[in-house]
């Protein structure tokens, strides 16, 4: 009890020192007089709790899983060298040949003999020349050969089994966390308040300092 009067005589001391100091300002800026209404700014802090919820660490996810192919050494007969053919040709034979050619053929001409008294008829014969010639004794021939394919075995890797794919799937993972919420936020608000008994009128200075009049403070009942 003792402790509790202490507590409420420094309240109340407190509260007397802010109540002169509303007063003389309340006087400085109104310049004196009466008031019948105080109020006092009152704030409430917020409230917060603690709640826990679920939360997912890790989502669901899917992924494939592959099982590689197997191989194998296998011989297996190919073909080296596919059929061809081949086309084989003999060229034309030629020779050279004696050919007779008339150079000029024969002619006849009339001629005055006898100091004119007769006309005779001259014939000459045709000229001939002898010549060589290239002709073609034999001529060019062709034929196709075709050429069987060449086959050898050779040694190549082969699929023995195909490889696998499947699909595997995880489920979500989720946990436990606790976090605080607001229950109610904070307010302000403007609460009445007793005024004193001798409120404090504006004054000019003086050169001498004067006290202020006592004031009472009555704390409200609960």
Known sequence: ???????????????????????DAFGRYHGGGKYKTCYKKVKTPPVYRTVTERVMVRPASCHQVRTPPTYGVQAQEVVVQPAYQVVHSKPAVYDRVKVVKQVRPPRTRWKSMGCGQYKCAVTKPAKYRTRTKRVMVQPRTSWVETRPAVKGVVHQKVMVHPGTVRQVCEPAVYKTVARQVMVSPGTTRWVPVQPVAHPVAYRRPVPHPVAPPPMSYYPPMK
């Open 1 to 23: 009890m003792f402790v509790r009067s202490l507590a409420i005589c420094g309240v109340a001391a407190v509260f007397a020192g802010l109540t002169s100091a509303n007063a």
